[in-house]
């Protein structure tokens, strides 16, 4: 069975650009996740998707950071404009619903410059 | 509010040596769920074990085992006889939700086992 798959798993972008990153979760998994993990930290949670909907967007900082789940399969996560600080890796989990395990990607490592 | 701490930020042994990696929480909720991952030098976060708070037995799995102690709201995790592969960093993670839906993380101690 294929694990959650990210990509890409490095970008570099000047700030003020925009940038996406894309997630393929397990198939069958309904719920989504998307975490910021900085340097030396542990992951924070951005946003939870029960299917199509954004269940828990509270800490997703929405002047610059979208993020959509059409499909309630795949998912893309944006940012516009970057800034420096935004330089974290970001990963991708998914679930089935009321599972107590999450699986999570390689993530992406993001660095802007 | 949930909180997690993992004091040691880093941690090194020599191959075969047992260690242990302590995680401390804080929550005002009655139930909870605990967690910890692992997380090779790869990327990717993989699951260890979760703990619900009425389950205070713990719990050994192969070289791995787990201490939960609600009295000092302490989840401790232990290699025993570890080896070069167990080297990663390792997180523990509290839910005060039933499933994984809003995992709260340590800020992660990095485990370095020396041939």
């Known amino acids: 069975e294929a694990g959650v798959v990210q990509s890409p798993r490095y970008k570099i972008i000047e700030k003020k650009q925009p940038v996406a990153f894309w997630c393929n979760p397990i198939s069958g998994h309904n719920t989504l996740y998307w975490y910021l993990q900085n340097l030396g930290q542990g992951p924070e949670l951005l946003i939870r998707y029960e299917n199509e909907e954004a269940v828990d967007d509270s800490q997703l900082p929405k002047d610059r950071f979208s993020a959509e789940r059409l499909k309630g399969v795949d998912s893309t996560l944006k940012i516009q404009p970057a800034e420096l600080g935004d330089s974290a890796v970001y990963l991708c989990?998914?679930?089935?619903?009321?599972?107590?395990?999450?699986?999570f990607g390689q993530g992406t490592r993001l660095t802007v410059v | 509010a949930q909180k997690v701490t993992q004091a040691q930020t880093e941690i090194s042994v020599v191959e075969k040596e047992d260690v242990t990696l302590d995680c401390v929480y804080e929550?005002?909720?009655?139930?909870?769920?605990l967690f910890w991952y692992k997380q090779p030098p790869s990327g990717e976060l993989v699951f260890l074990i979760r703990?619900?708070?009425?389950?205070?037995q713990n719990e050994i799995s192969g070289r791995y085992s787990w201490n939960f102690q609600k009295s000092t709201s302490s989840f401790n995790f232990t290699i025993t006889a570890s080896q070069v592969v167990d080297s990663a960093v390792y997180f523990c993670a509290l839910s005060e939700e039933g499933g994984a839906q809003k995992l709260v993380f340590g800020q992660g101690t990095r485990l370095t086992i020396n041939p």
């Open positions: 703990r619900n708070s009425f389950d205070e």
């Open positions: 989990a998914s679930s089935l619903e009321g599972q107590t395990e999450a699986f």
């Open positions: 929550t005002r909720d009655t139930t909870y769920y």
